[in-house]
């Protein structure tokens, strides 16, 4: 997924150069909508929906978003050269877990967080090379003895004897 992403994301910039005439998505009323929904104290869906959407809990979410700033400046929210407000931390991380999480195209994600082709595959692109650097040695390792013996004790509560993992309990 990630290889086209790359590809479509030089292919975007490639039309660019054609000078296509900018949509007003309306970004900075979809990223407050954003943080209304889900990013504030008291906002309109409850943990669950956030859980449920997000497939992780908020914490989880924010020291994702925490552990991405430092590690990449690009996610941080800035002006542009003429001085407009780009687009929210929140928007961009969205972006990358609804394409990665769901498979949605960049053109499902822009009906949510409101942000063009390019700057979704770009979000895409940097969030994952941000992932493998910062979580690779922790996470993202073979499972050690110690890490199979606790998956499948752990399985074998749930009723799945043999099953080390799988987010679809197929494997």
Same mark, same amino acid.
């Given at each position: 997924?990630?290889?086209?992403?790359?590809?479509?994301?030089?292919?975007? *910039?490639?039309?660019?150069?054609?000078?296509?005439?900018?949509?007003? *998505?309306? $970004?900075?009323?979809?990223?407050?909508?954003?943080?209304? !929904?889900?990013?504030?104290?008291?906002?309109?869906?409850?943990?669950? $929906?956030?859980?449920?959407?997000?497939?992780?809990?908020?914490?989880?979410?924010? $020291?994702?978003?925490?552990?991405?700033?430092?590690?990449?400046?690009?996610?941080? @929210?800035?002006? !542009?050269?003429?001085?407009?407000?780009?687009?929210?931390?929140? @928007?961009?991380?969205?972006?990358?877990?609804?394409?990665?999480?769901?498979?949605?195209?960049?053109?499902?994600?822009?009906?949510?967080?409101?942000?063009?082709?390019?700057?979704?595959?770009?979000?895409?692109?940097?969030?994952?090379?941000?992932?493998?650097?910062?979580?690779?040695?922790?996470?993202?390792? $073979?499972?050690?003895?110690?890490?199979? @013996?606790?998956?499948?004790?752990?399985?074998?509560? *749930?009723?799945?004897?043999?099953?080390?993992?799988?987010?679809?309990?197929?494997?």
């Amino acid at each position: 997924m990630l290889a086209a992403a790359v590809c479509m994301l030089n292919q975007s *910039r490639q039309h660019r150069r054609r000078h296509a005439p900018n949509v007003d *998505r309306r $970004k900075e009323s979809r990223g407050k909508n954003l943080l209304e !929904d889900y990013f504030i104290p008291n906002s309109l869906y409850l943990v669950s $929906k956030f859980r449920e959407r997000y497939s992780m809990q908020p914490h989880l979410f924010q $020291k994702i978003m925490h552990d991405i700033c430092n590690y990449d400046t690009y996610f941080i @929210q800035k002006y !542009d050269a003429i001085g407009v407000l780009g687009l929210l931390l929140e @928007q961009k991380l969205t972006a990358a877990l609804r394409m990665l999480a769901y498979g949605a195209s960049a053109e499902q994600v822009d009906e949510i967080a409101r942000m063009g082709k390019s700057s979704i595959l770009e979000c895409l692109v940097r969030f994952c090379d941000a992932v493998e650097n910062l979580y690779t040695r922790e996470y993202l390792r $073979k499972p050690t003895l110690r890490d199979l @013996q606790r998956l499948l004790q752990k399985a074998e509560t *749930r009723g799945f004897s043999g099953m080390i993992g799988s987010i679809d309990c197929m494997h």
